[in-house]
């Protein structure tokens, strides 16, 4: 039979066609395909291009070039969350009998990642002081930390790191060096630039800008920790779909103009909330006089939307009805997002190993794009609400009482 008179079935199969010449739009094609067909067998096995559809096609690819562009690096890959970006990133780098020197204010599911996983495959890590002087985490090195694991700023308390003097001196000693750059967002702070080996985002946060889609990548421009990242990608078989993609570029295009708004709107409410009796500090690095404040202003083009806020010690039901009285900012986890949100951050902070007294309950805000003043004027209620509660149950007899961090 020949290829004119194949039966309806196989027609059905084979029937349509791309057009020879796609037409060019603003964003690249959503590729949706596993297979990726060539035109020769001699190109089956040319690794010089995409074989299967794992590794990413047009979507992925524009991604990977803006990104590489952003971060200025030589090498960017994608993960399907933030925090197996990092997780990821870490595994690439290390083997069994390496160490890993860790900030005690990473991600929650990062250190969770690092306790749970990492010393089953043969992998110690310790933790320094978040805000512990460089020369403080190089002392800890010893002739097997293969990587030094830094946040900044870190996670719900933001510290600080000095990170441009770690990555130097951890250098010299042929040390590697990480930091989760999510505050920064390749944009405010350019880890690359400043020594660092891999520079990891979870793209969930800013970048993707409307808590829609998840993704994070790992950047470098170190030649030894590129081809670490391209085998591990492969042997792990990770992959970003198209479609997300695609999300993320297009909250990409408007990230200068969403971080700016969340950085002004931030550094507002901050300043404001410093100022209110109810508040103990505020800790955002960005705002005059916190800890941090000079190294922001040292490495930093802009601040981020979230920070922590220490109310006055009062009791968990206190805790709970400040949150409970806010109508604007939402009740959840994660950041960077359009809208505003809230989070009681001291159930998360039993697990570090430098405790620290912040002298009361610790809140998380991410400030959004709202409107700054309605903000605020939502903060004050809720702080009338945290005043009354601590008036109706005094902290003494309280037996629930909100610990210090």
Known sequence: MSAGEDRESTRVVHAGHAPNDLLRTVGPPVQKGSTVLVGRAADLYDESRPTYGRAGLAAQETLISALAELEG??????????????????????????????????????????????????????????????????????????LIVMESPGSLSFEMQDVPAIPRLARERGILT?????????????????????????????????????????????????????????????????DDAFQMLRGLRTLPLRLERHGASGLKVAAWLAEQPEVVCVLHPALPGA??????????????????????????????????????????????????????GDPQLGARQFQHDYGGPLIRLNIGLEDPDDLIADLRQGLEAYAAASRDWPARQDSNLQPSA
């Open 178 to 242: 990480l930091l989760d750059n999510t505050w920064g967002a390749g944009l405010l702070f350019k880890p690359l630039a400043h020594g660092v080996d891999l520079s990891v985002q979870s793209l969930t946060k800013y970048v993707g800008g409307h808590s829609d889609v998840f993704m994070g990548a790992a950047a470098t421009k170190t030649p030894e920790v590129a081809r670490a990242l391209e085998h591990n990608i492969a042997d792990f078989g990770w992959s970003v779909a198209a």
């Open 291 to 344: 800890p941090g404040h000079e190294h922001w202003r040292r490495d930093y083009a802009g601040a981020a939307g979230v920070f922590g806020v220490v109310l006055k010690p009062a009791s968990k039901l206190a805790v709970e009805a400040f949150l409970d009285a806010l109508r604007l900012f939402g009740l959840g986890f994660s950041w960077g997002g359009f809208e505003s949100l809230a989070l009681n």
């Open 73 to 146: 690096a030589t090498t960017v890959k994608l993960y399907p969350s933030g925090l197996a970006a990092v997780a990821g990133a870490i595994v690439a780098v290390v083997k069994a009998g390496d160490e890993v020197l860790a900030a005690d204010c990473i991600y929650k599911p990062v250190r969770r990642f690092c306790d749970r996983v990492l010393g089953r495959f043969g992998v110690a890590v310790r933790y320094f002081a978040a805000d512990a002087a460089p020369e403080a985490v190089m002392a800890m090195a010893s002739p097997a930390t293969r």
